[in-house]
């Protein structure tokens, strides 16, 4: 039972387009949602999230968007750069427990020059 | 900078064999968390702990166990390694307070042969 999904495995950007990665969730009781990235041979970092009472959230080139009444979310990265080249994993969680987070399959970026 | 650091990059055992893999946090946080990252899966939570001597189970518990005896430090043990456990290991933690990202090691790439 996966309650949140990203059903894109992959995704390729020109270079200085914008990226969406999409992901959708099943728990309507998740209030916090955040993006991961993660480079081969390192653990995932921490990139941008977002508090269920918002609908947005923006930090530089990353924008995170929420629509509770959908069950989705998408992060927008404006304008991408090779670096963006990654795997993106969104995650929920829940106020009570411990903070657990449960994690999307992940999507991996790949922004060609 | 927060700092997860996990013992070791590669590690290769045998079947029956016990496992140890250890994950040391230098910012003082109260929870830590096991995930194995697995192609197509994404990260899954095997345990974590809110507190020393305290381990709650994830959503994949079967085949492992922790221990946390200092706050800094909190092991994962594979009791009896069998070949569907070859998987990438990670650790993190986080402040108990709030909604607080996690922060992960590089992780731990396990082959059991």
């Known amino acids: 039972d996966q309650q949140v999904k990203q059903n894109s495995p992959s995704l390729s950007v020109q270079e200085g387009r914008i990226s969406i990665l999409n992901c959708d969730y099943t728990n309507s009781m998740f209030d916090y949602f955040l993006w991961y990235k993660k480079y081969p041979a390192e653990g995932p970092t921490f990139l941008i999230s977002?508090?269920?009472?918002?609908d947005k959230n923006e930090d530089g080139r990353f924008t995170v968007f929420l629509n509770k009444s959908a069950k989705h979310l998408s992060l927008h990265i404006v304008p991408s750069q090779p670096g963006d080249s990654a795997v993106y994993f969104c995650a929920a969680s829940l106020i009570q427990g411990a903070q657990k987070l449960v994690f999307g399959q992940g999507t991996r970026l790949t922004i060609n020059p | 900078d927060v700092k997860v650091t996990q013992s070791s990059r590669y590690l290769v055992k045998r079947t029956g064999e016990k496992v140890f893999l250890e994950c040391v946090q230098d910012m003082d946080h109260e929870n830590m968390f096991w995930y194995r990252q697995d192609p197509g899966l994404g990260l899954r939570l095997i345990y974590f702990s809110y507190d020393v001597k305290m381990k709650e189970k994830g959503d994949i518990p079967e085949g492992y166990s922790v221990s946390r005896e200092k706050k800094e430090r909190f092991s994962l043990i594979l009791e009896s390694a069998s070949t569907n456990q070859t998987s990438m290991y990670l650790c993190a933690s986080s402040l108990l307070s709030g909604h607080q990202p996690q922060h992960f090691g590089d992780g731990t790439r396990l082959s059991i042969l």
């Open positions: 977002i508090s269920s009472i918002k």
